[in-house]
């Protein structure tokens, strides 16, 4: 295939791409959802008349969304409003940004008391995926930078989260799938899992013993909504040689008590 004409970045052609480089058709649904969002119902007219298209293309916008359960409409009075898988994509974000707001001046008190790396985590198709961090000023440190990827099983966050699910849910987590192991203390059975688990429901915390990186420790809790689930898990990380056994206990319960302080913040009680 000839390349040599080909300019980086771009695609061969641009059909129903306007001049500044969006798609029409997508351009204007997101325009109809922004209109219906900032209005308390509107007639296909209203709609129209306000994005200066024509009833039939607004129509079919609506349509196509409302499969989408991105809008609903109003039968008796004819008025369309933002649907419940726009709230629900909505609240995601939401739920995300504040989660990492609230936990930010626990990270930062975290890193200063124990002088160790303080890290926020989600679960992410299976992983742990770091969304935010607080770096020690130590030359020696952990280092998860915010989109960093760690499997559950094999970190401090990822076991925290862990020990919010039920059997059944571990259960269906990780069917047919095999616990890759990364060091000679990475736990690799389900088994030895569920019991590492029951060990951080009871103290409050998680260990991860050298368990994803030789020389490197972590302690995490959960973080709660006000719904009880566990959202996100909170952390501090740092080499073994510094996070010592008698630092782990205490370490631990700063953890634990951060995380608290965000599961409050979050409405969780």
Excluded at 30 to 50: C, H, I, R, W, Y
Excluded at 168 to 191: E, G, M
Excluded at 203 to 220: I, L, Q, S
């Amino acid at each position: 295939m000839e390349r040599g004409n080909r300019r980086r970045g771009r695609p061969k052609g641009f059909a129903g791409l306007k001049p500044g480089g969006t798609i029409q058709a997508l351009d204007r649904a997101l325009d109809v959802v922004t209109a219906l969002a900032g209005n308390d119902g509107m007639t296909l007219s209203e709609l129209a008349a306000q994005l200066d298209q024509s009833a039939a293309t607004m129509y079919r916008v609506l349509t196509t969304l409302e499969r989408r359960a991105f809008v609903e409409i109003n039968a008796d009075r004819q008025e369309w409003y933002v649907g419940a898988e726009a709230y629900r994509i909505g609240s995601a974000f939401l739920r995300r940004t504040n989660v990492v707001e609230r936990s930010r001046p626990v990270m930062r008190t975290l890193m200063q008391e124990t002088g160790e790396t303080s890290n926020l985590g989600i679960e992410k198709d299976g992983n742990v995926l770091f969304i935010s961090q607080v770096e020690t000023q130590e030359s020696i440190r952990a280092f998860f930078p915010p989109g960093t990827l760690s499997p559950l099983h094999a970190s401090g966050i990822g076991k925290a989260l862990l020990s919010a699910y039920d059997d059944a849910q571990l259960d269906r987590l990780f069917r047919n799938k095999t616990l890759q192991q990364f060091t000679d203390k990475t736990i690799v059975s389900l088994t030895e899992l569920r019991e590492d688990l029951k060990q951080v429901r009871k103290r409050g915390f998680a260990f991860d013993d050298e368990e994803r990186k030789t020389g490197m420790r972590c302690v995490a809790s959960p973080v709660l909504n006000a719904h009880g689930d566990a959202v996100a898990g909170l952390s501090i990380s740092g080499p073994a040689h510094r996070l010592t056994d008698d630092h782990v206990e205490k370490f631990g319960d700063l953890v634990r008590q951060g995380a608290l302080e965000v599961s409050r913040a979050l409405g969780a009680t």
